[in-house]
T-cell receptor
Framework: GEDVEQSLFLSVREGDSSVINCTYT??????LYWYKQEPGAGLQLLTY?????DMKQDQRLTVLLNKKDKHLSLRIADTQTGDSAIYFC??????????FGGGTRLMVKP | SQTIHQWPATLVQPVGSPLSLECTVE??????LYWYRQAAGRGLQLLFY??????ISSEVPQNLSASRPQDRQFILSSKKLLLSDSGFYLC????????????FGEGSRLTVL
């Protein structure tokens, strides 16, 4: 079955860049997503990328996709304390079930 | 605009007691509905999904059940809770026509003692 993996923790200093990595196994994925979960809350979609794209930039967020290696990354520039949260990678096809990674807890030190 | 509500936000229940978590979606018709569980320190596990009224699919065998009595209402239930049912439960909805993006509720934290 499909599998999505992420590292559990990432710690950065305020103002630095954060890079959260994700690997997946399903080569038929159409979309790849990054969700953010703040403490005690539900998940919110941060950004997504079509599988035929290599990169997508949205303000401080840059998503890179290496489809050959099935590797997805999320880069947050100028990381702020408000970026502290759990970030989930997910893959799937439109109208189908998403498969989520286990989440990466980003801790931003002032 | 579309909104999703789930309640209660927090619940503390004894082992063996029943459970009912409710989720409603407003502002859309015929959504796909989902229940996820997030155990402490772990990722999301899909429990149930529904593509229409009365249509429920279960992803994992468990002590829980789900029902969809109305188009935009999704209920998670248990007749007798186990300690292992503790966790953070998230309801979500999606469109078929869109990117497959999920829209999540705020979650319900269940502690079984």
């Amino acid at each position: 079955g499909e599998d999505v993996e992420q590292s559990l923790f990432l710690s950065v200093r305020e103002g630095d860049s954060s890079v959260i990595n994700c690997t997946y196994t399903d080569s038929s994925s159409t979309y790849l997503y990054w969700y953010k979960q703040e403490p005690g809350a539900g998940l919110q979609l941060l950004t997504y990328i079509f599988s035929n794209m290599d990169m997508k930039q949205d303000q401080r967020l840059t998503v890179l996709l290496n489809k050959k290696d099935k590797h997805l990354s999320l880069r947050i520039a100028d990381t702020q304390t408000g970026d502290s949260a759990i970030y989930f990678c997910a893959e799937g096809e439109a109208g189908n079930m998403l498969t989520f990674g286990g989440g990466t807890r980003l801790m931003v030190k002032p | 605009s579309q909104t999703i509500h789930q309640w209660p936000a927090t619940l503390v229940q004894p082992v063996g007691s029943p459970l009912s978590l409710e989720c409603t979606v407003e502002g859309t018709s015929n959504p796909n509905l989902y229940w996820y569980r997030q155990a402490a320190g772990r990722g999301l596990q899909l429990l149930f999904y529904s593509v229409g009224i009365g249509q429920i699919s279960s992803e994992v065998p468990q002590n829980l059940s789900a029902s969809r009595p109305q188009d935009r209402q999704f209920i998670l239930s248990s007749k007798k809770l186990l300690l292992s049912d503790s966790g953070f439960y998230l309801c979500a909805w999606s469109w078929w026509e869109n990117t497959g993006e999920l829209f999540f509720g705020e979650g319900s934290r269940l502690t079984v003692l």
